[in-house]
């Protein structure tokens, strides 16, 4: 799984110096072992994690879209979520989870 394209690229709001980004992912993402394995707070009812890093605030939504938030470039943004996504998943083999 792997950011597909970016949407938009917009000013952050905090920080105009920075970007917030939408997404889309390739496949559906797995909220809850994403949210699990990344201590991040997950709400079935919206249908989405929120996960911080740092400055750094990424939202992954079941419809296969992600935001990120507090970012320089695209770039930054698109290795960050695919890392992150990177991350849950091994942690989750390595648990056996998967």
Not at 52 to 66: G, I, S, T
Not at 69 to 91: P, Q
Request: aromatic share 8%; hydrophobic share 45%; with cysteine.
């Amino acid at each position: 799984m792997r950011i597909q394209s970016i949407e938009k690229v917009l000013p952050c709001i905090a920080d105009p110096w920075k970007l917030r980004i939408i997404a889309h992912l390739d496949e559906t993402p797995d909220l809850v072992l994403i949210s699990k394995y990344l201590n991040g707070k997950y709400s079935e009812e919206l249908g989405m994690v929120a996960l911080r890093f740092e400055e750094k605030e990424l939202n992954f939504f079941r419809n296969a879209q992600v935001t990120i938030r507090m970012v320089d470039s695209e770039e930054e943004a698109t290795e960050l979520v695919n890392k992150i996504l990177v991350t849950a998943y091994h942690k989750a083999m390595i648990s056996g989870d998967l």
